[in-house]
C-alpha cells in the first residue's frame, strides 16, 4: 500500500514544474497518508521477514523528502550530496528549501525518523545472526553510514528546532518523532558518540522553545544510557 501511495506522489513530480505543494489538496491527501505511521508503522509488529519492505518504506519517504531538500539544485550538485557529501553552498541551498517546504519535509521526515526506529532492531538481529567473518567491510561501512546519519541528526537538533523560521507545529512534529524513538536511535550509537550527543544537548538546551522540554529531556536521557550490546559493541 504504502508503494502506491509513494508511486501516486511520483507521477505529480515532473521535471521543470514546480514540485507538488502541501497546500494542494490532492498534494495534502497524499503526503498525510505517507507521513501515517500510527497506520504504516505503529499498527504491527515487524519481523526480520519483513526487513527489506520495510527498509523500502523508509527509503521511499527518504526519497521523497530529498526532492524537497535538493529542490532547484542541479543534478551534478545533487549527486555530491548524495556521494561526497553537502558543500557549503548545497547547505545554504537546503536550508532555504528546508523552510520554503517545510510542511512537506515535516510529515516525510517524521515518518522517516520513525521508520529507521523500527528498522534499527532488525539490523541487530541481523547482525547477531551473522557467522563469524561475515560482517565484511561492506556491512561495516553500511553500519558507519547509518551511525553518521544518526549522529548528525541529533547533533543538528538545537540549531534546527530553535529556528524561528521553521513553524512551532513543524518544529514540535519533528522534535516528538526523534524524541519517541531516540532510545531505539541511541542503542545504535557507540557510548562515546551518546556523550557527544548527551553533552551537546545539555548545553543547547536554553536555544529551544519550551514546548519542546519534554521531548527535548526524554532525548538526554536515551542518550544517557550506558548499555552497550548488538550494535553499539560493533
Same mark, same amino acid.
Given at each position: 500500500?504504502? +508503494?502506491?501511495?509513494?508511486?501516486?506522489?511520483a507521477?505529480?513530480?515532473?521535471k521543470?514544474?514546480?514540485?507538488?505543494q502541501?497546500?494542494?489538496?490532492?498534494?495534502?491527501?497524499?503526503?498525510?497518508?505517507?507521513?501515517?505511521?500510527?497506520?504504516f508503522?505503529d499498527?504491527?509488529?515487524?519481523?526480520?521477514?519483513?526487513?527489506? +519492505?520495510?527498509?523500502? !518504506?523508509?527509503?521511499?519517504?527518504q526519497?521523497?523528502?530529498? $526532492?524537497?531538500y535538493?529542490?532547484? @539544485?542541479?543534478?551534478? *550538485?545533487? #549527486?555530491?550530496?548524495?556521494? *561526497?557529501?553537502?558543500?557549503?553552498?548545497?547547505?545554504?541551498?537546503?536550508?532555504?528549501?528546508?523552510?520554503?517546504?517545510? +510542511?512537506? %519535509?515535516?510529515?516525510?521526515s517524521s515518518?522517516?525518523?520513525? &521508520?529507521?526506529?523500527?528498522?534499527?532492531?532488525? $539490523?541487530?538481529?541481523?547482525?547477531?545472526?551473522? #557467522?563469524?567473518?561475515?560482517? +565484511?567491510?561492506?556491512?561495516?561501512?553500511?553500519l %558507519?553510514?547509518?551511525?553518521?546519519?544518526v549522529?548528525?541528526?541529533?547533533l543538528? @537538533?538545537?540549531? *534546527?528546532?530553535?529556528?524561528?523560521?521553521?513553524?512551532?507545529?513543524?518544529?514540535?512534529?519533528?522534535?516528538? *518523532? @526523534?524524541?519517541?524513538?531516540?532510545?531505539v536511535?541511541?542503542?545504535?550509537?557507540d557510548?562515546?558518540?551518546?556523550? #557527544?550527543?548527551?553533552q551537546?544537548?545539555?548545553?543547547?538546551?536554553?536555544?529551544l522553545p519550551r514546548?519542546?522540554?519534554?521531548?527535548?529531556?526524554?532525548?538526554?536521557?536515551? !542518550?544517557?544510557?550506558?548499555? &552497550?550490546?548488538?550494535? &553499539?559493541?560493533?
Amino acid at each position: 500500500m504504502y +508503494d502506491s501511495i509513494s508511486g501516486q506522489f511520483a507521477k505529480l513530480v515532473k521535471k521543470g514544474k514546480p514540485l507538488p505543494q502541501y497546500s494542494e489538496e490532492r498534494v495534502r491527501k497524499l503526503l498525510r497518508e505517507l507521513g501515517n505511521h500510527k497506520r504504516f508503522l505503529d499498527s504491527r509488529k515487524f519481523t526480520s521477514s519483513d526487513s527489506d +519492505d520495510l527498509w523500502k !518504506m523508509c527509503g521511499s519517504a527518504q526519497d521523497i523528502a530529498s $526532492v524537497y531538500y535538493t529542490a532547484g @539544485m542541479s543534478a551534478t *550538485a545533487i #549527486k555530491g550530496v548524495m556521494t *561526497a557529501g553537502i558543500s557549503t553552498t548545497d547547505e545554504s541551498a537546503i536550508k532555504i528549501n528546508v523552510v520554503k517546504y517545510q +510542511d512537506e %519535509i515535516t510529515l516525510l521526515s517524521s515518518f522517516s525518523t520513525r &521508520c529507521l526506529g523500527k528498522a534499527l532492531p532488525l $539490523v541487530s538481529e541481523f547482525v547477531k545472526r551473522l #557467522k563469524p567473518g561475515e560482517f +565484511d567491510s561492506t556491512r561495516q561501512q553500511g553500519l %558507519i553510514r547509518l551511525r553518521r546519519g544518526v549522529l548528525t541528526a541529533y547533533l543538528g @537538533m538545537a540549531e *534546527a528546532y530553535s529556528t524561528t523560521s521553521t513553524s512551532l507545529r513543524n518544529r514540535g512534529l519533528l522534535i516528538e *518523532a @526523534m524524541a519517541d524513538v531516540s532510545e531505539v536511535h541511541a542503542q545504535a550509537l557507540d557510548l562515546t558518540s551518546r556523550e #557527544k550527543v548527551r553533552q551537546h544537548l545539555l548545553s543547547s538546551q536554553n536555544m529551544l522553545p519550551r514546548e519542546f522540554s519534554t521531548h527535548y529531556n526524554k532525548i538526554i536521557k536515551s !542518550m544517557s544510557s550506558k548499555v &552497550c550490546k548488538d550494535l &553499539c559493541l560493533l
